[in-house]
């Protein structure tokens, strides 16, 4: 397999890819050593992942490098993920042993208490667009909870996969507890008919429904992290007009929009629309196109050469219906994945624009006239991942908020996520949570017990 670099279009590193032979022997040996590792108590493991995160913090700069080398995310933003996401260490450092350590329910004549047991190997087939957070919701989770791993980066974020895998044997974590998968979906494949204990997937909404549909048989868990088309409403009465543009801009470019929670589409009240698409695009001005290896640089290439096509269909199809493109629209006459970050306005839901995922550097931008009009175009999509609200009156955002069908809502911020609360999506957005004390159980059975002494 050919990792490529987005930006030159060079090939960077030739990877042998795991075949069904080798994922059954990693699986083997992954099956003696989650039997081992589970015994061992919960500071224990911990320690083991708080030492990987001393050594994630301490290759800080050569990691961030092989991340923008494979996926073209420019090199602040890398950084910024290579240490960002160490929170999720510190998350776990306060709370796993909190909630995974056994309780005790009744105490009358029959004890009763439960345990949380690891599920045992599990599947971990991640996305590339955020390898350290997504992996880490999921592998540091499962690992602290007592389980084995097999984890598939992405074909996209190999490198950075192996990585992980380096850096946690070296942390203490056995090399029979800790495995990858390299490849592309062919091999992930193999991972569904391969005897696991669980599939935690992050992906797209079509590659999740044929692993849940694919594995159903089995009864094993299965938690989907899906795909979302986040809209971002900002009401008339917004105190800092051009400060809610900035912050909508950047949460729809930050990493060329290819967030799962990125903005995917932006409703902005009449009476002040003008004024915001005008700060809008002005902020979007000042985002520096070109090499991500260049400090300066805020927008990168895309990291799949396919994604273009999709985003210059979107395009022309909304301007066939009528929508007018106001910035960008092309790509710029040089080699690698780029595409100029683009801002539609005279937008409609009759537009894949605004009903499917971009998952990249693409906006609309549409005018409404009252809160319920934008409630009811914000609800209006099969995905239910996270919609932010802008206003000065947090009782006025928090009555649209109550009533959007998503896992997360934001007011006055977006594209964000915490480890303390539940990532989770609705409706093609996915199923299950990662994070949050809901997150720590996700690797987890419960076991009861009921003990009565005679
Ligand atoms: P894909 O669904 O294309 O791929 C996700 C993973 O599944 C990759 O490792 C891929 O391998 C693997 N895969 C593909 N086909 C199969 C198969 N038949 N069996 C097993 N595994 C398979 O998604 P992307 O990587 O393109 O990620 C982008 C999507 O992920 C977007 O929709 C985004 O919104 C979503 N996402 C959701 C997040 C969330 O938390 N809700 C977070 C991050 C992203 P390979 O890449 O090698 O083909």
């Known amino acids: ?256 929009g290819q967030s799962c929670c990125a903005v995917e589409r932006i409703y902005v009240d009449e009476r002040i629309y003008d004024e915001f698409v005008a700060h809008f695009v002005a902020e979007v001005k000042t985002y520096k196109i070109g090499d991500p290896m260049d400090e300066s640089t805020f927008t990168g290439p895309l990291t799949r050469a396919q994604q273009i096509d999709i985003i210059l269909n979107q395009i022309n199809e909304a301007k066939s219906k009528g929508a007018e493109v106001i910035l960008g629209g092309d790509r710029p006459d040089s080699k690698g994945y780029y595409l100029n970050p683009t801002v539609l306005t005279q937008v409609t839901h009759n537009m894949g624009l605004m009903k499917e995922e971009s998952f990249g550097p693409i906006i609309g931008i549409q005018k409404v006239s009252t809160d319920k009009e934008a409630l009811t175009l914000m609800n209006d999509t099969p995905y239910g991942l996270t919609a932010a609200v802008y206003s000065s009156d947090e009782n006025r955002a928090r009555k649209l908020l109550d009533q959007l069908n998503v896992g997360t809502v934001y007011w006055n911020c977006c594209d964000r996520v915490s480890p303390n609360t539940p990532w989770s999506g609705r409706k093609n957005s996915g199923l299950g949570s990662t994070l949050s004390y809901q997150g720590i159980r996700s690797f987890t059975q419960p076991k009861s017990y009921q003990m009565r002494g005679l």
């Not at 493991?45 to 995160?53: A, S, V």
């Not at 192996?162 to 062919?186: C, M, N, R, Y």
């Not at 909404?205 to 594995?215: D, F, L, N, Q, S």
């Open 1 to 256: 397999m050919q990792v490529i670099n987005p930006a030159t279009e060079e090939i960077i590193k030739d990877l042998t890819e795991d075949t069904q032979t080798s994922i059954a022997q990693k699986l083997n040996q992954l099956k003696k050593g989650q039997a081992l590792w589970s015994q061992k108590t919960i500071d224990e493991r911990l320690e083991i992942i708080i030492r990987f995160g001393g050594l994630v913090k301490a290759n800080a700069d050569e990691l961030a490098e092989i991340l923008t080398k494979e996926t073209g995310k420019p090199i602040t933003q890398s950084k910024g993920e290579v240490t960002g996401s160490l929170n999720r260490i510190e998350h776990l450092k306060s709370n796993a042993k909190k909630w995974l350590s056994s309780e005790k329910i009744a105490s009358g004549e029959v004890i009763e208490s439960i345990t949380y047991e690891p599920l045992g190997v599990i599947a971990n087939i991640s996305a590339w667009n955020f390898p350290y957070n997504v992996g880490y919701n999921v592998f540091l989770y499962a690992l602290v909870a007592g389980n084995a791993v097999l984890y598939k980066p992405s074909e996209y974020a190999s490198l950075t996969g192996l990585k992980f895998k380096e850096l946690l044997h070296q942390a203490g974590v056995p090399k029979d507890v800790f495995e990858t998968v390299i490849g592309a979906g062919s091999v992930g494949q193999h991972l569904l008919e391969a005897d696991l204990d669980g599939y935690y997937f992050t992906g797209s909404h079509k590659t999740g429904v044929h692993i849940a549909t694919t594995v159903a048989h089995r009864l094993v868990p299965v938690q989907l992290e899906l795909g979302g088309k986040d809209p971002l409403y900002v009401m008339d009465d917004v105190q800092d007009i051009n400060q809610a543009a900035i912050n909508a801009a950047e949460g729809a470019f930050y990493n060329n």
